[in-house]
């Protein structure tokens, strides 16, 4: 599993820095590269837009 980014963000950049993996990545809305992806919740945490969950 992985964390996974809605559309709810707006690209702010929070959580690039925070992600101890380097495992996002930016674009019009970010994303999460489920494969380097630790589930370590960091970037969910430190997200202003509420945007970022553990997928389903
Ligand atoms: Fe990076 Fe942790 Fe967020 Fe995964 S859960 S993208 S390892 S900060």
Redesign the pocket.
């Given at each position: 599993m992985?964390?996974v980014i809605s559309d709810n963000c707006v690209a702010c950049g929070t959580?690039i820095d925070?992600?101890?993996?380097q495992?996002?990545s930016e674009g019009d809305i970010y994303s999460?590269?489920a494969d380097?992806?630790?589930?370590?919740?960091?970037?969910?945490d430190v997200c202003p837009s509420g945007a970022?969950a553990p997928a389903e």
């Amino acid at each position: 599993m992985a964390y996974v980014i809605s559309d709810n963000c707006v690209a702010c950049g929070t959580c690039i820095d925070e992600c101890p993996t380097q495992s996002i990545s930016e674009g019009d809305i970010y994303s999460i590269n489920a494969d380097t992806c630790i589930d370590c919740g960091t970037c969910a945490d430190v997200c202003p837009s509420g945007a970022i969950a553990p997928a389903e």
